[in-house]
């Protein structure tokens, strides 16, 4: 009876520590909110058990939470991105059809006298080909301009898709490491029990 009363008060004793550590613990408020800073924060502000760490439910939660918001906004992200990706897409298609076009016209005038009548205005074949070329030079700049933007679009795709990729394996990884923990601490909690109970016996 006496053993099984100074088993009680310390397990009391134990638990209020734990407690009372965890809620000195004050995590960095500083650092920027990402899922890895939270991840350290979390690892952090946990009680310490022998050689495991104990993470209260909530915070894993909000962990998760947290995880999932992330990645639906880089999933938004890679969709914005794409639907920017297509627009940009279409432009360029337009673009080089236009440029086609103009090149096609320019090589029907170089054929046709010095003096060439456009809209109702003659002008010299020197000049038609200034206005013609400036239009060319344009054009290629919108292409070039575009052809620039889908670039650096592409990439940031491919950025959000990386980084995306990272947060879930990180993320699976963690989780697979906490369920790990949980067991093995139910396994040395049960353990603890028994053992226990064999001591009560004896």
């Keep these: 009876m006496i053993k099984k009363n100074i088993f009680l008060l310390l397990a009391i004793l134990f638990t209020a520590v734990s407690f009372a550590q ?29 050689d495991y760490k ?6 894993i939660n909000e962990l998760r939470k947290n995880t999932g918001d992330t990645i ?16 940009q ?5 337009g673009l080089k ?11 029907n005038t170089r054929e046709e006298k010095d003096s060439i009548d456009l809209f109702g205005i003659q002008m010299s074949k020197g000049g038609y080909k200034g206005l013609m070329w400036g239009i060319i030079a344009v054009l290629a700049l919108a292409t070039i301009f575009f052809a ?10 491919r950025e959000a898709k990386h980084k995306l990729a990272d947060t879930e394996a990180e993320y699976e990884d963690y989780r697979k490491k906490a369920l790990e923990k949980e067991q093995k601490m139910g ?16």
């Design 89 to 93: 897409d279409s432009q360029i298609v």
């Design 54 to 59: 104990v993470v209260r439910k909530y915070k």
């Design 97 to 107: 059809d236009s440029l086609a076009s103009t090149n096609l016209t320019l090589g």
């Design 22 to 50: 965890e809620e000195t613990a004050e995590p960095q408020q500083d650092l920027p909110n990402t899922i890895d800073n939270q991840f350290d924060v979390l690892i952090e502000s946990s009680n310490n058990y022998q």
């Design 187 to 202: 396994r040395l909690l049960q353990d603890e029990r028994n053992k226990h109970i064999k001591n009560s016996k004896g």
């Design 72 to 87: 639906k906004g880089l999933h938004a992200r890679i969709s914005n991105l794409n639907t920017e990706i297509s627009e």
């Design 148 to 157: 620039m933007r889908f670039k650096s679009s592409n990439f940031q795709t």
